[in-house]
T-cell receptor
């Protein structure tokens, strides 16, 4: 879906380093989500946000942090506390009424140097 | 906790045959069931969804059926083509105020030419 942009496409993290993944949407969606996908596995929810300046932990929030200062933007920081960060990270957004579909960005592949 | 089981994990079919993927959910309050197709290294894309007030929905070669009593739903692809080869994910959500998805673990479909 062209309305969600994730950057960068590939990212490398050094030991002890924090890195930030960008997610921007122009769909005017209220809700935004971050998922982690490991090879051959499903999508696990890291954090989600339903409104500006508010967000909630998902199932695997440890070692990650987020912010929601603008409706359009929901960046994810992978901190040095996340000991196994190598994965494919997907951002999604949706409307916030009556179960609307989530639309995904193209993802960021994070690897450790 | 809430759970969605998806079977099979891999499925190989001959071109032109049908493919069926099944998901079972645990939370009886779930009322929205999307299906996503994900090609290698790309974003998941919504291919069809169904809400709990209907039992079946069809879109060309793709259909989804829902059995609320048994708490399972299935994806049916008829006349499969090589371009249908991908990983398919089911999900379930409910009107809980968060609209979080619970994803299945995915099915890798291979259509053999």
């Amino acid at each position: 879906d062209g309305g969600i942009t994730q950057s960068p496409k590939y990212l490398f993290r050094k030991e002890g380093q924090n890195v930030t993944l960008s997610c921007e949407q122009n769909l005017n969606h209220d809700a935004m989500y971050w998922y982690r996908q490991d090879p051959g596995q499903g999508l696990r929810l890291i954090y989600y946000s339903q409104i500006v300046n508010d967000f909630q932990k998902g199932d695997i929030a440890e070692g990650y942090s987020v912010s929601r200062e603008k409706k359009e933007s929901f960046p994810l920081t992978v901190t040095s506390a996340q000991k196994n960060p190598t994965a494919f990270y997907l951002c999604a957004s949706s409307q916030m009424y009556s179960n609307q579909p989530q639309h995904f960005g193209d993802g960021t592949r994070l690897s450790i140097l | 906790g809430e759970n969605v089981e998806q079977h099979p994990s891999t499925l190989s079919v001959q071109e032109g045959d049908s493919a069926v993927i099944k998901c079972t959910y645990s939370d009886s309050a779930s009322n929205y069931f999307p299906w996503y197709k994900q090609e290698l290294g790309k974003r998941p894309q919504l291919i069809i969804d169904i809400r709990s007030n209907v039992g079946e929905k069809k879109d060309q070669r793709i259909a989804v059926t829902l059995n609320k009593t048994a708490k399972h739903f299935s994806l049916h692809i008829t006349e499969t083509q090589p371009e249908d080869s991908a990983v398919y994910f089911c999900a379930a959500s409910k009107n809980s105020g968060t609209y979080k998805y619970i994803f299945g673990t995915g099915t890798r479909l291979k259509v053999l030419a």
